[in-house]
């Protein structure tokens, strides 16, 4: 497997790895966090690894993939206006297969729905079904009586603009992986509360579109969700990425 590290058009090498990397929050990019750390990880030798195991749990073939940190996605027509979305990393294969990925440590997956539909729809006149957090939950949620006021509102668009990529570059199959990093990391304040409240956002949110077997099948598209929890240590702090690296 080939992994070919790009930011806006351009190989990322030893000496602009940090740049190319590191969100527009710049308060996001310190040791323990995950911003840095899937930086760190994707350095790794263990990264390749993971991604293998991850495509064969889905049965899908092992390929070369273009990897581009904070890729910028489109939700597609008929979401509204709101702005494209921003992978943590998206991972282009040569064969048939999307994987936009979402690491965390404690952060959120962003406001819960019921929050972010509040805020929306004061654009519309209180119309929510004009909203994007409107049109998001009918595209996802296979019952109109799911709950889904509490889940954040992240899983919902990384879902959407994951499946968007695929539908672009015209693939048949994409996987969404949340990496959850463990370990030696910053816990922050009320670590086990926000890492509960993450645990559950995922475990309704698949309940809520449909999830069997791993995986939806929407607009053409095979589209699995993944979790994985990644004991991170000292053994690939100091590795930066390495362009072209086969494994």
Not at 67 to 91: I, V, W, Y
Request: some cysteine; proline content about 1%.
């Amino acid at each position: 497997m080939r992994l070919t590290f790009i930011k806006e058009n351009a190989e990322i090498t030893n000496d602009n790895w940090e740049k190319s990397w590191s969100p527009k929050e710049k308060k996001q990019w310190k040791d323990g966090r995950s911003s840095k750390e899937l930086a760190k990880f994707a350095s790794s030798e263990y990264f390749p690894s993971l991604i293998s195991q991850v495509l064969k749990s889905c049965g899908i073939a092992e390929q070369n993939f273009e990897c581009t940190p904070e890729a910028k996605s489109s939700l597609g027509k008929g979401f509204q206006k709101g702005g494209c979305r921003n992978h943590d990393l998206l991972m282009e294969g040569d064969k048939d297969c999307i994987i936009g990925i979402e690491a965390k440590v404690s952060e959120s997956f962003d406001e819960d729905m019921e929050k972010m539909l509040d805020k929306q729809k004061k654009k519309y006149n209180d119309n929510e079904t004009k909203t994007r957090a409107y049109k998001l939950r009918r595209y996802l949620v296979k019952e109109d009586n799911q709950d889904v006021d509490k889940i954040g509102y992240q899983l919902f668009t990384a879902t959407r603009a994951t499946i968007n990529s695929a539908i672009y570059n015209k693939k048949k199959k994409c996987i969404v992986l949340v990496i959850v990093f463990e370990g030696e990391i910053d816990k922050g304040n009320q670590y086990e509360e926000k890492v509960a409240k993450n645990n559950k956002d995922f475990v309704e949110f698949c309940k809520a579109i449909g999830v069997q077997d791993g995986k939806i099948k929407i607009d053409g598209i095979e589209c699995w969700i993944k979790k994985v929890s990644v004991n991170i240590s000292k053994s690939y702090t100091d590795k930066v990425l390495i362009k072209n690296q086969s494994f």
